[in-house]
């Protein structure tokens, strides 16, 4: 079965320091997908990144950057410059290839705090 | 506006009535997929459609639950005999696939409070 750990419950910060959510999961898959969403208090999860099992290159979107490492079943997400704006829950979740329905499997989500 | 769209956003029930909720998909998705989200967790899977045709059904799903999603556009998701456990946020989300998985763009929700 999938599993998603997002061991951090709450991580707070000062606006401008860096800040790194980590996300372990595991499957029996060697195809899957791996999804970082963020839920701001408004409440609606917004998509932020998409990662498929075989392409391990870091990706960089302004001051977002994702590491996944498929030795240590990781894939975790760093914001550079953290803003108040940052502030919400983020959710790491993984999706089978040979589950058809590729339903999401979430992590219990980290709650960021920065303070300005 | 053309995001996956859900109403109400927010209901109050008292233990025991039906309650429905709808979700309307962004219009060329032929995915869709609806999760629960209690306080404090991520949302977990419920069931899902591919065109009009319900595919999956978690165990979370219970015989009081039903979905529906006729002419594979909107879907509806019923509650029955509604309890004080089915309080949470009934998440709605929207899909394009095409063999590979693909990002799930996802609702404001239906937030249930059950009285």
């Known amino acids: 079965a999938q599993k998603v750990t997002q061991a951090q419950t709450e991580i707070s910060v000062v606006e401008k320091e860096d800040v790194t959510l980590d996300c372990v999961y595991e499957t029996r898959d060697t195809t899957y997908y791996l999804f970082w969403y963020k839920q701001p208090p408004s409440g609606e999860l917004v998509f932020l990144i998409r990662r498929n099992s075989f392409d391990e290159q870091n990706e960089i979107s302004g001051r977002y950057s994702w590491n996944f490492q498929k030795s240590t079943s990781s894939f975790n997400f760093t914001i550079t410059a953290s803003q108040v704006v940052d502030s919400a829950v983020y959710f790491c979740a993984l999706s089978e290839e040979s589950g058809a329905n590729s339903k999401l499997t979430f992590g219990k989500g980290i709650t960021l705090s920065v303070r300005p | 506006d053309t995001g996956v769209s859900q109403d109400p956003r927010h209901k109050i029930t008292k233990r025991g009535q039906n309650v429905t909720f709808r979700c309307d998909p962004i219009s060329e998705h032929n995915r869709l997929y609806w999760y629960r989200q209690t306080l404090g967790q991520g949302p977990e899977f419920l069931t899902y459609f591919q065109n009009e045709a319900q595919l999956e059904k978690s165990r979370l799903l219970s015989d009081r639950f039903s979905a529906e999603r006729p002419k594979g556009s909107f879907s509806t998701l019923e509650i029955q005999r509604t309890e004080q456990g089915d309080s949470a946020m009934y998440l709605c989300?929207?899909?394009?696939?095409?063999?590979?998985?693909?990002?799930?763009?996802f609702g404001p929700g239906t937030r249930l409070t059950v009285t």
């Open positions: 989300a929207s899909s394009l696939e095409q063999g590979s998985s693909y990002e799930q763009y």
